[in-house]
Every structure is written in structure tokens, then in C-alpha cells.
């Protein structure tokens, strides 16, 4: 488990519950995207399964792991958008069998906040009383969207967020950038590894800055420039939702500045003249209804509106408010 | 023998151990003691809280083999058997993953035959809401007169869903959620089989943490003890649970109040780095918003607040400066906050925003105190209308608390037309309560009404208004006619738009009579008409008057020419 980073406290806990064989029947692991749940679940699954129940990758059950070919060993994932109420129901025959290699059966169900009402339901009776042996991991970042009653089956294993700095040192070696990048990477990306390694580190690390510039740049006065950046923008569109967290941030940061907040708590250090010029140039009610023409501008979007009209409309308010 | 996590391994066994469910178990003993036992039952309930145990108990009791009772053994065979959940003879079907109407066929085949060992064929179906709508239905004939032998129980979180056809079959029971300090007795006595050793807070913050559920407190006390050991300290408990200190909450709401933006942020940084969810932040927050309305509203809320002593004076010191509807705004906007967290993705922004929003939102005034306002400045410009000019500006009052019609007020609306009488100033009803409305109703408010109606952006109406000429204006009869060419214009929705309008007007309900005004007959002039002649009175005059003037005079002389034409330069002028 030490290639995990992060998560020593969560880790020390399933350890010793494999070490004082007080292993539960359900886990649900939850918290934010991204910051290395599965991969702690799949070493717990690895540790519970070997035959010296440590993880020791000699055994067979270890190298079967490895090889992803471990008989004891399910996963479910969302089939499409959902995980549906067959692959449930697919599921519980071979739960109910007795384990191949005789340590248990370990099924990991990754994204549970995305089982249909009905695969939820249906699992609700296996959950609660598996056949001995058996080990299920529920893996959710918005578990407030499970059922309570799904719930109230597992015990609750936290992960959180990684702190920045820890972020930053990976990333700056993982990467090979500058101590400088990192920091900014790993502030932008707000503590997830999927973020951060992610397709989206391009505009994070190169795009973000022009992008900024220019958003701060619009005024009332001049609407070509607002038409043009709205245009701008629009060519962008696989990452129009990253882009928006990157003007929430932003303006984010100006608000923090208005109200006195240490520049380490930013999330843009390396724009802090722009940030401090800005901020004092708008008024803290300016700024929240920058916020909120964005926040707008996310809500259309998530309802279809024509992107084009979505991005003038926002970038309107934004250079109004 | 793997592990069996605490809620399993003390599951109640007797009807007894289940607890915070009197009502359903003694009703169940009674029934049982009395030999009255229907054939189907539906146990509901939140989750957690013994629905499950409690059929599984109840099929105990009737299959022991110790004789029907109300304590079963737990040592003969057939309670030994429903206990592994083995039983031959009582069947534990998952109602969510055997949903179909197949199913439910199979399993009424299989009620036919005689129990093989125990007294009944028990049928306990978890999660019934989940059946299929034509599985309820292929149920009804068997649930309703089942054979002697088989008993019915059914268990669900969500009996809403269950059609009333079933749910008069069966008797129902409602489990309640259970109360913290019956969680916290159990826990208690469990920590004490197992040797752990916890203080009384530790196990009170775990039992609220369950939130009614017996089931969700013993997850929680497994997780503290796979964390803990055996020895379970305080500090950490409320870490693991996830829950923020109640310090830094009251800080949180301390620098609402006090609306200090920095250190709200300072406190969301706080927050972010002891790693806490926002979203359960938020959660908490609402709790103790809360309390402070409640503190708002009763002196000593006693058990309605669940807080320590220190904290309660606490809240009552910020509750005390500020008004209760402060509090509720505050609250609302929480609650709303708590949503977006839900779906944000970026918690900590929101959060942010949110707070500082709060912190930086201008006092609300209340809204009695906003009508309070009102109606003082409705006082004083009717009091102006006593003594000012009769020219002055009062608009159509009408005041709440008079149920009988408000006199009119008279209006200058009609300041812009030709001059006729100025209206009369109206007296301030309260002092004239019997004033007929009749008595100022001149030609002056037929003119007035047009007026209103142009006012209110209606001018189709208004035109045709002034083409008509009034007959008779006696109060609620309105007699108008209307000439001939314009008459196919005054339809029936003009008409009903305009007996609205007159009500509001008048103030009171006004039939409008509209007659077809032929030619030739004597009427009184329209509008239009009497302002036509008007404007060649004041033609004429202006000529006269022109042509009196000494310069026009002189000028006539000088140049021996005619007037050919006089043209007002500026109409207000003359």
C-alpha cells in the first residue's frame, strides 16, 4: 500500500481490521474524484484476499490480482450511463457460491451513485446479509445520492481531498514541470489526481493565463471584445465546464483578496498583479454577480441552451456587472 | 468463522431486545397470546429501526417447536434454522431482486403445501416495494384468503408504494425511529459484551450520528472500533464520524452574525484543511441556525434543542442581538447552499461565496413594518389632500379594512383636457364614512373615467370613449352611446374591459348600458366633439384677439394687406 499517496489514516484502518480479522461485509468509500479510492480498494481487496493476508505478491492469489484473472474477484462498473438492475442480478449467483480459492469473494462496485433505483433495491438483501466471507466495496463520490437505505448497510470509509502541497510534490515529479507549475496545477485541480494528470492539464498550465487576461480585460464599453472571446471560447467547447471553474476561481481569488486572505490560499499566485489590480478595482457585490452570471451560464448549459448565445449572454453580464 | 459486523451479530433475537418498538411488540404478543394472529402483515418503517428482526422474531414465535409463544426458544431447531435464515418453512424472499410476476407465481404454487416441519409456512417479503405492479396483483387473491398454514409478512422503507388493494389485506405496523437515548442504552450494553471501553459522550455523539437508525449507529460503532481498538477515546470520534466541531461552528455563525467576511473565510479555509465534507458542514450549520430560531421563539425549548449547556448559552448570546427574521433568512439561504453543495464542483468555492454573501447582505426590514410604513404615508397624503390645492395628484385609494365601497377620490387626471370643473377635493373618508359617491359624480368624472382609462395604457378603449357621448351616469347604471361607425368596435370584450376598469374607477360594481347613437338625435356632445368645439372657440378668439393687437393693426394699415390666417406659435402659450 506505501505507492498510495495520501490516505494513511484510511489504509491503517482497513489494515487493521483485515490484521484483527474485524473485516465488515460492506464498505462504502467515499469522497471527491479522483484521489485514488479504487486504487485503495483494489489493494484492500488484493491484501484480503492473499494467503498471508498481507498483500505479500508471491502467492498465487497476489499474482492472480495482478493479472486482473483473481476468480474471487468481481467488479462492477456502469454499463453506459447506469448500473443496472442485470448485472445485479448477474452478480448474486456468483456471490452466493462458496469462494474458488476459499479466503472469500470480494466485489468492488465502482461509481455506486450510478445503480439504477432498481439494481439499488435488488442489492439491498445481499448487502445486508451476504454469504460468509464475502466483501462488498462500494466506491461513490456523492453518496448523499445513494439510498439511505444502501447506506445505513456499509460502513463508512472517508477519503479526502489531497492537501495541495502533497499534490504539488507528486506532480512536480510525475511531471517533470516547475515547482511554480506544480503548485498552480495542484490548486486548479483541487486535490485530484484525475484532474490534474488529466486531459485538461494543457489548459490549465498554458491556456489558463490568456484566458484570464482576457476575461478580466472586458468592459461595458467595448462589446467586440466580448463578442470575441464568446467566440473564443465556443471553439472550446469540449472543455466549456473547466473553463467556467477557471473564472469561478478566478474570481474566487479576488474575493479572498478582497477580504484579506493570505495570497498561499489562492488558487492563481502566479497572476497576483492582475488579481490585486482587479480586486481593487471591483466591489465585492461586482464580483458575486460575476459569480452568479457563471453560475447561470452553467446551469443553461447543463439544460441545452445554445452555447453560443449562453457564453455572449454570460460574458455580457460578467463585463455589466 | 469470518467477522459479522455488530449490527448482525446483535441483531434482536426476542421481541424484547427489539427496541424503541413497544407498540409493535406488544400488539404482536397480545395477538399471539390471545390466539388472534392475522394471516398478513406489512412492517414499515425508516431504515434500521427492526422491521426485519422483527418478522424474523415473529416467525420464530410462531414456528418453535416450544409451542406457539411469545418468547421463543433460539435453541430448537426451527428457531435455530430461521435464525441462519435456513428455514424450510419460512421463506426470506428479496422482494427487489424477485420483483417479477413469475416470481410471485412460483411462490404461490409453493404456499399450497403443508409446512413440512413447524406449524406455518411463513413468507417474509423484504423490500416489497420493489414489487412489480402485475406481481402485486397476481398476490392479491392468495394475500387476501391465504390457506390456513401460511402467514404473510412483509417489510418496506417505502409503503407509499404499495397498492392500496394490498395494503387493506394486511394489518400494518409503523415502526418509529428510535429514540437517541434508547440507541445509546443499546450501545451501551453492546459495548459492554464486546469489552470496549467508551465514555458516555463518545456513544451519545455516535447514537445522534444514527439519526433514529439502530442500524446506522452500529456501522458507525464499527467503524470507530476498526479505527479505535478497544479503547475508544472522544477526541477521535467525532473525527471519524466526519462531524465538525461544534467550536468552529459556532465560530462560523458568530462571524455571520457579527458579518465579518475575512474570518468566515479564514474558518472555510480551517475547514478545508482538517479535511471535512462542506456539504456536512453545511448540515451542521442549518442544525444550530436552527436552534437560534428556535431560541428566537421559545424561551426554554428544553428538548427541542439537543446541546450542551456551554453551547446553549452560546447560541443564546448570538440569538439575543438580532431578529427572528434575520435568522430565518439565514436558514433559508443555508438550506439552499446545502442543495448546491450537493451538485457543485467545487464545494469550497461555494461555500465561500455563500458565507460571504451572508455576511454581507444588507438588514432586511420586515414586512409588518414595511405595511406599517405604508399606511403611514397613505395617511399623510390623504391628510395633504385636505388642504392642498384642488389640483393635487391623489391617486385611487383603496384601503384594506373597509369592506363597504370607498368613496372615489376625485383625480386630476383630466388636468390635461379642456377646462371644466375643477374636481372637488375629496374628503378623507375615514371622517365621511356615509358619503354618497353619487354627489360628485358630474360631467367631470365621465371625463375623469376616460382620462383613468388612458391612463392605464388602455387606449383602444379611450378612443372609443371619447367618440361616445354619455346619457346617463347614476351610479351603478352607466348609460353610453356610442355613434353609428364606431359602434361595430365596442365589442362585448371591449365592454367587459371597461366595466372593470369603471369599477376600479368608481369603486364600486357598474353596469354599462351601450346604445347605438343614430344621427340626428339629440345627444349630449362626446368628448371629441365638445373639444372640437373648443378649438374653434379658441380659433376664433385667437383670431380677435390677434387682430386687436396694435402691431397687427399698424402693421395692416402700413401694408394694406388682409389677414389670411392666425397660427398659435406655442399652444400653452395663449
Known sequence: MDSIVGHQQQIRILNAAIEHNRVAHAYLFDGPDGIGKKLVAQIFARNFLCESANGCGLCASCSQMAAHTHPDFFTLEPDGTAIKIDQIRALQPQLVLRSFAGRGKVCLIDSAELMTHEAANALLKTLEEPTAGTLIILISSRPDSLLSTIRSRCQRVRFNRLPSRELARHLEKALTISAAEAKVLAAVADGSFEKALGQHQDLYLKKRAGLIQSLSALSPTSSIQTFELAQALKAEKDTIDEILNLFDVFFRDLLLVQHGQAEDQLINQDLLPLIQQQSRQLSTPQVMDKLEAVARARRYLSRNVNLHLTLDHMLMQIAHA | ?574
Open chain 2, 1 to 574: 468463522m469470518s467477522y459479522l459486523v455488530l449490527a448482525r451479530k446483535w441483531r434482536p433475537q426476542l421481541f424484547d431486545d427489539l427496541v424503541g418498538q413497544e407498540h409493535v411488540s406488544q400488539t404482536l404478543k397480545n395477538a399471539i397470546t390471545t390466539d388472534r394472529v392475522h394471516h398478513a402483515f406489512l412492517f414499515t418503517g425508516a431504515r434500521g429501526v427492526g422491521k426485519t428482526s422483527a418478522a424474523r422474531i415473529f416467525a420464530k414465535a410462531l414456528n418453535c417447536q416450544q409451542g406457539v409463544t411469545t418468547t421463543p426458544c433460539g435453541t430448537c431447531s426451527s428457531c435455530v434454522e430461521i435464525t441462519s435464515g435456513q428455514g424450510i418453512d419460512v421463506l426470506e424472499i428479496d422482494g427487489a431482486s424477485h420483483n417479477g410476476v413469475d416470481d410471485i407465481r412460483e411462490l404461490r404454487d409453493a404456499v399450497r403445501y403443508l409446512p413440512s416441519q413447524g406449524r406455518y409456512k411463513i413468507i417474509i417479503i423484504d423490500e416489497v416495494h420493489m414489487l412489480s405492479n402485475s406481481a402485486f396483483n397476481a398476490l392479491l387473491k392468495t394475500l387476501e384468503e391465504p390457506p390456513a398454514h401460511v402467514k404473510f409478512i412483509f417489510a418496506t422503507t417505502e409503503p407509499h408504494k404499495i397498492p392500496v388493494t394490498i395494503l387493506s389485506r394486511c394489518q400494518r405496523f409503523d415502526f418509529r425511529k428510535i429514540g437517541i437515548a434508547a440507541v445509546q442504552a443499546r450501545l451501551r450494553y453492546i459495548a459492554g459484551e464486546e469489552e470496549i471501553t467508551i465514555s458516555d459522550i463518545g456513544l451519545a455523539a455516535i447514537a445522534r450520528h444514527g439519526g433514529g437508525s439502530m442500524r446506522d449507529a452500529l456501522s458507525a460503532f464499527d467503524q470507530v472500533i476498526a479505527c479505535c481498538g478497544n479503547e475508544v477515546a472522544d477526541e477521535p470520534v467525532q473525527q471519524i464520524l466526519g462531524q465538525v466541531s461544534s467550536q468552529l461552528l459556532l465560530d462560523t455563525l458568530a462571524a455571520i452574525v457579527e458579518r465579518d467576511p475575512p474570518k468566515l473565510l479564514r474558518l472555510v479555509a480551517q475547514i478545508d484543511d482538517l479535511g471535512h465534507s462542506f456539504r456536512q458542514f453545511c448540515h451542521q450549520l442549518v442544525a444550530l441556525v436552527r436552534g437560534l430560531v428556535i431560541l428566537k421563539v421559545i424561551a426554554q425549548p428544553g428538548e427541542l434543542l439537543d446541546v450542551s449547556e456551554g453551547e446553549l448559552a452560546e447560541l443564546r448570546r448570538l440569538a439575543e442581538p438580532r431578529p427572528l427574521d434575520e435568522f430565518q433568512r439565514i436558514l433559508a439561504f443555508l438550506l439552499k447552499t446545502e442543495a448546491e453543495l450537493a451538485t457543485s464542483s467545487f464545494s469550497r468555492l461555494t461555500m465561500e461565496v455563500a458565507l460571504v454573501k451572508l455576511a454581507t447582505l444588507p438588514t432586511g426590514i420586515d414586512v409588518a413594518t414595511l405595511i406599517q410604513r405604508l399606511e403611514r404615508l397613505e395617511k399623510k397624503l390623504l391628510a395633504r389632500v385636505d388642504y392642498s390645492a384642488p389640483a393635487a395628484v391623489a391617486p385611487p385609494v383603496v384601503s384594506e379594512g373597509h369592506g363597504a365601497a370607498p368613496a372615489a377620490v376625485s383625480t386630476s387626471h383630466g388636468a390635461d383636457l379642456p377646462p371644466e370643473p375643477p374636481p372637488l377635493p375629496e374628503e378623507p373618508e375615514e371622517k365621511k364614512p356615509d358619503a354618497q359617491p353619487a354627489e360628485e359624480q358630474s360631467a367631470g368624472s365621465w371625463a375623469g373615467l376616460v382620462a383613468f382609462v388612458r391612463n392605464r395604457q388602455r387606449p383602444r378603449i379611450s378612443s372609443l370613449l371619447e367618440q361616445a357621448s354619455l346619457l346617463t351616469l347614476e351610479l351603478p347604471l352607466l348609460r353610453i352611446a356610442m355613434p353609428a361607425k364606431f359602434f361595430g368596435l365596442a365589442d362585448s370584450e371591449m365592454q367587459q374591459n371597461l366595466q372593470g376598469l369603471a369599477a376600479e374607477y368608481f369603486s364600486v360594481p357598474v353596469t354599462i348600458e351601450m346604445i347605438k347613437g343614430a344621427h340626428g338625435e339629440a345627444q349630449p356632445p362626446s368628448l371629441h366633439e365638445e373639444r372640437e368645439r373648443q378649438e374653434t372657440d379658441r380659433q376664433r378668439k385667437l383670431r380677435e384677439n390677434a387682430l386687436e393687437h396694435p402691431l397687427v393693426k399698424s402693421a395692416l394699415e402700413i401694408f394694406g394687406g388682409t389677414v389670411e390666417k392666425v397660427t398659435p406659435i406655442d399652444k400653452g402659450f395663449v
